[in-house]
């Protein structure tokens, strides 16, 4: 089964961190971008993070550049997203989605090939 999996979501209070992961099952990531998005209820799907295949390439959304890393170990498959300084806006379903692609692209340019079943952010006091 070709699938990405999402986990490390949490509550977490403000100012804190936590560490997303992405892993994939039944295809290897190392020629897939990967991208991670976000939603907050009431609101549409953001783009928040992205690494190119080879790991050498990586753009954020202006509102976590400097609060988050994104990651990736193409041996053991995945790829991450280290939060720190965590507000409560931040507070969201967090998704990664694959592209068969190279590098990274406008966010919402590209139909992507593998989505994950989204894993809760939630930050508060």
């Known amino acids: 089964q070709l699938q990405l999996v999402e986990s490390g979501g949490g509550l977490v209070q403000p100012g804190g961190s936590l560490r997303l992961s992405c892993a994939a099952s039944g295809f290897t990531l190392d020629r897939y971008a990967i991208v991670w998005f976000r939603q907050a209820p009431g609101k549409e799907r953001e783009g928040v993070s992205c690494i190119s295949s080879s790991g050498g390439s990586t753009k954020y959304a202006d509102s976590v550049k400097g609060r988050f890393t994104i990651s990736r170990d193409n041996a053991k498959n995945t790829v991450y997203l280290q939060m720190n300084s965590l507000k409560p806006e931040d507070t969201a379903v967090y998704y990664c989605?694959?592209?068969?692609?190279?590098?990274?692209?406008?966010?919402?340019?590209?139909?992507?090939?593998?989505w994950g079943q989204g894993t809760q952010v939630t930050v508060s006091s």
């Open positions: 989605a694959a592209g068969f692609l190279a590098m990274c692209v406008e966010y919402t340019s590209y139909e992507y090939d593998y």
